[in-house]
């Protein structure tokens, strides 16, 4: 049974939780990690998007990261993105959790209380030793003249591998990376949510769902009652969970079934 509360033309769930991964901006022109799309320059993402990569050429990872922002920058919100700020407008007790480091969600109108950006934000840049991050959604560009004095050569390089004003470490984005532990606080936020009592709705959307605790989190929050809809082209390791599977893009399913809860 769905708990459903209608309010004149509005729709209120008590209680929808939705994870979303690459597929969802891919359509938003961000290549995803896997296939030809996500190379960059030959090389894999999935090797560039670790602390070793970083360790070993802190200047490649970062010219990386700038086009990732660039591209980001110049990318639009698409109709998942607007279709789940409406769902969560509409919602008594709404979580999305996206594996996405781009700010499309935030964009598309979802607060920052509704959102647990569990990888991270692809716009701060944080340093690799302290505490200290900043927001960086303009990166000043790279210098194009060479120049002369070792001073000068100094500031070159800190321009394009940031350091750290407080200890003098290098900064690096402000993502988790493979093999990274995730954010306690974010994963603190998540558990608070699913302690919170069980799901009407859960969505899973445009990701793969190779990480376990995308499952684990999904099945939590659906419980015995609840409906689990899976988005995504392919089948995944979800899939024979779900109540439902939509075998379509997200930008084409998602405003629809958003439209079909509400009725
Ligand atoms: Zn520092």
């Given at each position: 049974m769905i708990w459903k509360i209608a309010v004149s033309s509005r729709f209120y769930f008590v209680r929808v939780l939705v994870l979303t991964g690459a597929g969802v901006s891919a359509e938003s022109g961000i290549p995803t990690f896997r296939g030809k799309d996500g190379y960059w320059r030959n090389l894999d993402p999935a090797k560039l998007a670790t602390s070793e990569a970083f360790a070993r050429d802190p200047q490649l990872v970062w010219d990386w990261y700038r086009e990732r922002r660039e591209r980001i920058r110049n990318a639009r919100p698409n109709a998942a993105h607007e279709a789940v700020a409406r769902l969560a407008q509409g919602t008594g007790e709404f979580?999305?959790?996206?594996?996405?480091?781009?700010?499309?969600?935030?964009?598309?109108?979802?607060?920052?209380?509704?959102?647990?950006?569990?990888?991270?934000?692809?716009?701060?840049?944080?340093?690799?030793?302290?505490?200290?991050?900043?927001?960086?959604?303009?990166?000043?560009?790279?210098?194009?003249?060479?120049?002369?004095?070792?001073?000068?050569?100094?500031?070159?390089?800190?321009?394009?591998?940031?350091r750290c004003p407080k200890c003098r470490a290098l900064m690096r984005?402000?993502?988790?990376?493979?093999?990274?532990?995730?954010?306690?606080?974010?994963?603190?936020?998540?558990?608070?949510?699913?302690?919170?009592?069980?799901?009407?709705?859960?969505?899973?959307?445009?990701?793969?769902?190779?990480?376990?605790?995308?499952?684990d989190w999904a099945l939590r929050a659906s419980g015995d009652r609840g409906q689990l809809i899976e988005v995504n082209p392919e089948e995944t390791p979800l899939s024979r969970f779900a109540t439902r599977l939509v075998r379509e893009p997200a930008a084409i399913a998602l405003p629809r079934i958003v439209d079909e809860l509400a009725n």
């Open positions: 979580l999305l959790v996206t594996q996405n480091v781009d700010d499309l969600h935030a964009r598309a109108g979802i607060t920052a209380e509704k959102m647990v950006r569990i990888h991270g934000d692809i716009f701060v840049t944080r340093c690799s030793r302290c505490e200290f991050e900043r927001h960086e959604y303009e990166h000043p560009p790279p210098p194009r003249l060479r120049r002369t004095s070792e001073q000068e050569q100094e500031q070159e390089h800190e321009d394009v591998v940031p984005p402000g993502v988790v990376w493979f093999g990274e532990q995730l954010s306690r606080n974010e994963l603190e936020r998540v558990e608070n949510f699913l302690d919170g009592g069980a799901c009407d709705v859960v969505i899973v959307a445009g990701t793969t769902a190779t990480f376990g605790y995308i499952i």
